[in-house]
C-alpha cells in the first residue's frame, strides 16, 4: 500500500504523447453518392473497387442500427469497417477506423484514409460517434493517482482525508488497484499501465517515438457522441474531424473531457479570499506534464443548431408521429406532430417545409391512400383554427339569411 509519494515536485523531465486511440464517424448519403446503400444481401456485391478504397462484404451481421458491414482497404491496407443499411431508415453510414491506423507511420494517416473515404464513395461528413484520446507517459500515474485516491474522503476504504473529489464521481479500482475506471456513461475515464497491455505495433510505437525503453502509463478519455454534442452546443467548441487532426486542440479536448475527473482537492489547504469564501489547492495526476494546448474556437449559432441538434424538440420525434400518421391514417399523430412542433416554435412556413422534407425521404410504399394522406397532412397545416372558425360562422350566418327569405 502507498502512504506517500512525491507530489509536489513539477519536472520538466517527463514525457508523454497524445494521440487518438479509436474513433468511429458516421456519413450520409445524398443523391450524389457514389456507394449504394442495398439492403438485400443478395444483391451486395462481394468486393466493391473504387480508385483507393476497396470494401469486402462480411457475411457477419452489422452491429447495432445496421444491418452490413464491409472491410475497408485502402491501398491494400485494412482500415477500418463500413456498416450499412440503417434500421431506422436513415440514410446514414457508419465506420469505425482499425486501431492500428492511429499508430502507423504517419500521425496524419487516418485523416486520409478520412478523405478518401468520403471523396470515392461520395459520402457527407455527419458526426463524431465515439472516439478515445491516449496519453501515454513515462510518468508513473498509476502510482499516484493511487496515493490521492487511498487519501480521499469519497472512498470508503481510505486511510487518511486529505483530499476530496466532486461529488457524484464514481471511481471503480481493478485488478488489485493497478488500474482505475472513472465511471460515466458519456463520458469515461480510464488510467492503467499501457506496457503490461500494448500489442507489437503499439510497442514499435512507442520506441519510434519518445517513449522507447520505459515503462508507460495510459490515461485513456473516452467520449461518445452525446458527450461531443455537450461540448458542441453548451460549451460552444467547434470540434469536428478536422479539430482532432490538430494535436494542439487534441489535448485541449482531452484536458476538459478529463478535468474533474481527474482534479482532487487538497482539503488541507483551506484559506478564504477577500469575501471569507473559502479557497482550497487543486491538484491532478497531469499537473506538471509537458501538455500545450491551443484554443479550440466558438461555433456559430447556425451550425450549433443544425448539427447534433438543440432545438427543445428532436426532430426524430417529429419525423415518428409524421410517419405514423402516414401508415396509419390516425389523425392522432397528425395532431400530437403539430403540437410538438409548437412546443419548439416553429412557424407554418417551417412546419410546412418539414413536411415536404419528410413526404421526400418517405421510403415506404407509396400507395394512393399514402399519397392522400401527405396532401391532407398539408391542408392540415395550412389550414389555421380561425380560419375554421370564420368559415363556419360565415356559413351560419348564410344558411339563417336563406331560411328568412324562404330559400332554404
Request: hydrophobic share 35%; proline share 2%; aromatic share 12%.
Amino acid at each position: 500500500m502507498i502512504t506517500s509519494i512525491n507530489i509536489g515536485k513539477k519536472s520538466e523531465d517527463y514525457k508523454c504523447l497524445i494521440h487518438i486511440d479509436r474513433l468511429s464517424i458516421t456519413f450520409k448519403l445524398w443523391s450524389g453518392s457514389t456507394f449504394q446503400d442495398i439492403r438485400n444481401p443478395d444483391k451486395i456485391l462481394s468486393e466493391q473497387a473504387y480508385q483507393n478504397i476497396t470494401l469486402m462484404y462480411d457475411i457477419a451481421p452489422g452491429p447495432g442500427a445496421f444491418y452490413h458491414s464491409f472491410k475497408v482497404f485502402h491501398k491494400g491496407f485494412l482500415v477500418g469497417r463500413l456498416h450499412s443499411a440503417t434500421k431506422l431508415k436513415k440514410h446514414e453510414l457508419q465506420f469505425d477506423f482499425a486501431k492500428e491506423v492511429f499508430y502507423s507511420f504517419s500521425s496524419g494517416y487516418w485523416y486520409e484514409v478520412y478523405a478518401a473515404i468520403m471523396a470515392e464513395l461520395g459520402l457527407k461528413y455527419n458526426n463524431i460517434r465515439y472516439v478515445e484520446i491516449a496519453l501515454d507517459t513515462d510518468k508513473r500515474i498509476v502510482e499516484q493517482y493511487s496515493y490521492y485516491y487511498m487519501n480521499t474522503c469519497n472512498n470508503n476504504l481510505r486511510t487518511n482525508d486529505l483530499y476530496t473529489m466532486r461529488k457524484n464521481i464514481s471511481v471503480n479500482v481493478m485488478n488489485n488497484g493497478s488500474s482505475f475506471v472513472i465511471g460515466g456513461s458519456e463520458n469515461e475515464v480510464v488510467i492503467y499501465n499501457k506496457s503490461n497491455h500494448a500489442e507489437e505495433y503499439i510497442q514499435n510505437y512507442f520506441i519510434n517515438n519518445v517513449l522507447d525503453g520505459n515503462e508507460v502509463n495510459r490515461i485513456e478519455s473516452r467520449l461518445n457522441w452525446n458527450y461531443i454534442r455537450y461540448m458542441r452546443n453548451k460549451k460552444q467548441l467547434d470540434i469536428n474531424v478536422e479539430t482532432l487532426l490538430d494535436p494542439k486542440k487534441l489535448v485541449a479536448i482531452f484536458q476538459i473531457s478529463t478535468l474533474n475527473k481527474l482534479t482532487f482537492i487538497d482539503v488541507l489547504s483551506k484559506s478564504f479570499d477577500g469575501s471569507r469564501n473559502p479557497q482550497y489547492r487543486k491538484v491532478s495526476v497531469i499537473d506538471d506534464l509537458p501538455l500545450e494546448s491551443a484554443e479550440i474556437g466558438i461555433l456559430n449559432n447556425t451550425l450549433r443548431n443544425s448539427h447534433y441538434k438543440t432545438e427543445s424538440i428532436d426532430e426524430n420525434i417529429l419525423r415518428q408521429n409524421y410517419f405514423r400518421f402516414l401508415e396509419t391514417g390516425k389523425r392522432e399523430y397528425l395532431r400530437n406532430f403539430k403540437a410538438s412542433s409548437k412546443v419548439a416554435g416553429y412557424h407554418k412556413n417551417k412546419l410546412s417545409d418539414m413536411i415536404y422534407k419528410f413526404n421526400r425521404r418517405y421510403n415506404g410504399n407509396r400507395t394512393p391512400e399514402i399519397n392522400h394522406r401527405m396532401k391532407d397532412a398539408t391542408k392540415y397545416i395550412d389550414i389555421s383554427p380561425g380560419s375554421v372558425l370564420s368559415g363556419s360562422i360565415k356559413a351560419a350566418v348564410f344558411r339563417l339569411k336563406w331560411q328568412l327569405m324562404g330559400l332554404f
